[in-house]
């Protein structure tokens, strides 16, 4: 499912007006990722601000992005919660949702458990889920780290497809060396988009390839060819406007850039806050744009 | 309301073999810990499991909690998620339960917002809360802290009553010296209990008062007749424990004595596990308890 | 030799126009410390730029410093380094100097020995220096921790007399609890003045008494005679501007303030630097002062 | 003078059993390391314990080492102290030396300078040096972090000419976009040699190509004819061994290995030690070699 899937999508959920997802803004932004480079999309993952959606909301998006998305192009919905028991029945009912390929789930955030629950907790849930799932190791989300032994004994699930790790290269190495030959491997961190698929891992899980797409798109296919200076030398680019787009609570600085663009993403729902008007200039800045280029509208294909 | 209540206790939540709330244990612990020095409650935080249950659950514990506990000591219901709209919901029902005192609101975890954010989320909540809403910072739990700046500024709602602060010593000390009159601060770290009292702080909630109650009694009590000697003596023989019910996601070290004790409070619900027998071993050790102790029955007075 | 002794001075090392050591100025200070508070000194620490002096220079200065200080107040003098070999050769010289009651003997800084590594370091160290030694431990600096459990099976060696810790509570709890009767033990950390008395350590080794002698003579004081509301709300107020003192390196913002005191205690020795304008009114600023105070002569009372 | 060189090795001093340095051991492992693919040394740095060495060894090592090693070989020699006006005395004589082409200057440990005294320090040194300085930033063992901006401003000066690093591949990134052109940027990491390439660096200062210079070099040239996917897989084998080489104080592992080799480079220098026998077998499991390997003579190529 994944061959030849080097980027990911993990893609914002727009909101209109009243504060509802916005369908047609997200059919808009999903052709936009796949012309781009995108080719495989991760929805409902804290991108797309799925602490504040309800279990219906969440639902009927899954289901409308099944029908938006080409059937070849994979679909990974997040579904994992703190709560086994909860994670446990989301995951069986989108798992059955047309169109939805895996199911994401997240190491328990909050209630910290240790390794054993967070084996026991995956194990329960790949035993029942309709499709395969993908773990979400993100320890400075989660307060506490699933750790590279854990990761590659559950590996050998073969209902646990793989694993979006935020890490060091070294765990990466690590797991890459290690892991179930069936297990595919991604970076949720941008940065290490490039140093991901050097080592073997399968790509990475983007936030910036909304607005990046056909460089990071340049980036992996400049690998390819050998053109390994052309490759780092757009990493080395990437890297500092990756960072900007983190700079304030995420997909906030994300949105922010996308509805320059004319995209319609709207804002965040609470705790998250839509940009203000100093934090867009610092935003700009930071990706060396005008200081009002985040105020007007904006070219939909930004240099580095 | 907090006059005199230095030592509060997050109590856990009881299960019985159905995995189902254990009332009548609960009761039974209530008042084990009324007799041992605890003057205060807060029921359904981290340590009571809230993760793991449901809405309707929650307010069940709560209103039978209400009941359970004199109309004297403070009761504080967690409520807080990481959802505003959602903590919004739930607060407007909590609050109106007879027998609570205070909504605890933890800074929202796994999604990460920033001060602005922060203060948006407390804002709101405050605003329609039927009772005044006590907020909890735990970094460690929430991948984000709360800034002093910000604690300072919520201070002086009226309606926020205080602030469950899981931080250094330099953070208590500015906050005690700058937080609003009305404002109330405890430490949610047991090895502060002590030094949190002495630079003016309110006292500690708890998770070691179920167990040490008497000796954390003692320890206040030996501080206000001025003879910080034993006080700190005591502190110096409870660091250790205290974190030793920590060595294992909480609360189920804690669980593991309080059922040894003949507590019956039962397992954890998932992805928490029940101690198993090396685990209840090792805790037994850092508890300065032979091998076997958390095996068998156990006095409910330990020895420091 | 310590009865009593809970207030120290890590002494700065005042330099002429010169950049030599300046003796009656050294004097001053010293009569200054002992008059506000003070009730021994450690001279040639880090805070007295030892770094910075030659070898014939240190032996210099803690002749004299020998002979300025009263026979009953300890005097212990910095001599460790990074290499065993050197060490040993000058605590042999530092220790046959008149005046020179202990040799502080830092943890290996840069080249990061291991447990093993630092125990026989000190060993050798005490085996052949004519007076006790004081080991110090600031992983802040060092690079590595010297752990607990090495800390104790030292405490057990007749001729190491102490410890100069800058780590956790905890850390000092644990130690006061296990090391040997003989022992002493003071915090390196201003902030943890009040606390490390308070479980039983004996005191502190501060920087801040140059300049807040008395507000941290005033503080132990109330804590002897029972009043720890008093001396808390002074620990809550010194703490701060402890910091302060930190803020730009040790001991630049130090000499800037005795230096607008008219103790003229000179610049720093390179790689060290002397605060700039904009450094001293942020300092000044941080300490509670008008924006100018320390571009101008000021008071030797400083208020909190 | 760095023109194709991307592999240096940090190399070790070799003592003899009178704990003296063993030139004749010295020679045969340069020689070994020339013929394994490195392609210039850095003499005295940390792996070659110059913290255990006095100035007059220094000079003597330099002398002997300039004269070991063809003159086509970049030879960087370790000066730097934490101390500016004897780091400017050794780097006026070491820089006198015949064959020393580079004074290494680390930035100041233990006393922590800020980056306005690091930039002072650096810039007085380089004033007077008779060749160039290489600076070297490595904030675990100093306590301090050279800031990127200070580098790159330090950068333009004609008399450094570059820069051993210690810190992340962000920081790496952007150092390699943003220094002086005449600048050369190697990493002191073992575990980056294929990434600071791949960014743009000019390679990596090594302790792992004593042992496995083979495997870099066959990495590097992987690398070189476009073939990405070689050179990932032998970094991935190669990181858990390069961090086995540190999992005792450096350069103690390498020698322990080097001597079983027949290297004969001896002990180290106190407060580091040899590893006893449990460690030897520790590292030869982490190494992946029989548990007595180290124990025994060794195979001078090692497999990964």
Known sequence: MFKNVDLMTAIVTPF???????????????????KTGTRGFVV???????PELTDDEKVE?????????PSNVPVIAGV?????KESIRMTKKVGAIKGVDVCLEVVPYYNK?????????????AAVSPVPIMMYNIPGRTGVKMANDTIVKLSH?????????CGTMEDMEYLVQHCDQHFVIYSGEDPQALFTKIVGGNGVISVASHIYGKQMRKMYDAL????????GE???????VMGALFMYPSPSPTKAVLNAQGFDVGGCRMPLLALNKPEKQALAKALGLPQDALLHSLSKELKL
């Not at 209109?16 to 796949?34: E, F, R, S, W």
């Not at 458990?113 to 849930?125: L, N, S």
């Not at 699930?157 to 790790?165: D, E, T």
């Not at 390819?224 to 490759?231: F, I, N, Q, R």
């Open 16 to 34: 209109d007006k009243n504060n509802q997802i916005n369908y047609p803004a997200m059919k808009k932004l999903v052709d936009h990722c796949l």
């Open 44 to 50: 409902g993952a804290t991108t797309g601000e799925t």
């Open 61 to 69: 998006l899954y289901t409308k992005f099944g029908q938006m998305v």
């Open 80 to 84: 994992g919660t703190n709560n086994t």
């Open 113 to 125: 458990p240790d390794q054993r629950g967070m084996f026991a907790h995956f194990t329960q849930i």
């Open 157 to 165: 699930n073969p209902n646990i497809i793989g694993l979006k790790q």
């Open 224 to 231: 390819y060819k050998g053109d390994y200076k052309t490759a």
């Open 234 to 240: 757009l990493q080395c680019k990437l890297t500092p």
